[in-house]
Nanobody, 120 residues
């Protein structure tokens, strides 16, 4: 089992910045991709950004150029640096981790999420 704890959410004015962190603990061997999703009220949860264990990244079009994802493999932490925040970035942000064990068993884990609110 892997436990995920997010931090860094809060309220910020449009144009501001926030940095989210997600620390993985427990059976953290063989963590593959780590990423962030978000869910706004009344909407589906959507992908924001992901990063593989090798450092390859992908972003939703809506955040390209403004958000940056990174990870510290030795500490099993993934970060999301969010700059030039817009009111439409307001959502609950969830950390997601994909684990592939040596026997090819695959697990997916979610954090409890952290709220990001951007005021205009």
């Amino acid at each position: 089992q892997v436990q995920l704890v997010e931090s860094g959410g809060g309220e910020v004015q449009a144009g501001g910045s926030l940095r989210l962190s997600c620390a993985a603990s427990g059976t953290v061997a063989s963590l593959n991709s780590m990423g962030w999703y978000r869910q706004a009220p009344g909407k589906q949860r959507v992908l924001v950004a992901t990063i593989t264990s090798g450092g390859s990244t992908s972003y939703a079009d809506s955040v390209k150029g403004r958000f940056s994802i990174s990870r510290e493999n030795a500490k099993n932490i993934v970060y999301l640096q969010m700059n030039s925040l817009k009111p439409e970035d307001t959502a609950h942000y969830y950390c997601n981790v994909d684990q592939i064990l040596s026997d090819s068993t695959r697990y997916e884990y979610w954090g409890q999420g952290t709220q990001v609110t951007v005021s205009s």
